[in-house]
């Protein structure tokens, strides 16, 4: 897996979503509690159930994981991550910009509000710095990982032209 990675031909193991919700000049992200990148903050999402789409496993993803159902959600862009060890997953990012509900820590996830300025990278993963701030500037894109764990080894993300031409 080391090798250079033919990504037209690339099928991922698993499918995903991330969907973050923006508030205000402030974005919602959890600090996960369990499974891939248990203790890191990330956005709420998860995996895809059998027969569901992105956007439907991210409605239920977060009413599972911190209790709210999101409101003029809006797809962003598309993750395609692979690891050395075999594993790959396509990842699908959304923003919210309205819930209903109140927000719940639950087994899963903690949820934390965050300044766009206060994004703590550091307890992120490697990636997230290359896509998330002008993502949510407004921004869409198509990106392309692999990963040694939890170390980055490459990245490739491209930034789609607006819809309205500029």
């Avoid at 698993?14 to 969907?19: D, I």
């Avoid at 959890?30 to 992105?54: D, F, H």
């Avoid at 997230?128 to 701030?133: M, Q, T």
Wanted: glycine share 10%; proline share 4%; aromatic share 12%.
């Amino acid at each position: 897996m080391r090798g250079v990675i033919d990504w037209t031909t690339w099928q991922p193991r698993e499918r995903a979503n991330l969907c973050f919700i923006v508030k205000e000049g402030r974005v919602l992200l959890i600090r996960k509690k369990r499974g891939l990148g248990a203790g890191k903050i990330n956005g709420p999402g998860g995996k895809l159930e059998p027969g569901e789409t992105a956007l439907d496993s991210a409605i239920r993803e977060l009413r599972e994981e911190i209790g709210v159902t999101v409101r003029q959600v809006e797809e962003r862009g598309v993750l395609q991550f692979q690891f050395v060890d075999g594993y790959s997953l396509h990842c699908v990012v959304f923003v919210a910009f309205d819930y209903e509900g109140e927000l719940i820590e639950t087994e899963e996830a903690t949820p934390m509000w965050f300044a766009f300025g206060d994004i703590p990278f550091d307890e992120m993963w490697a990636d997230d710095r290359h896509w998330l701030p002008e993502t949510l500037a407004g921004g869409s894109f198509d990106a392309w990982f692999v990963f040694d764990g939890e170390t980055m080894l490459s990245q490739d993300v491209r930034w789609r032209a607006a819809a309205n031409g500029s």
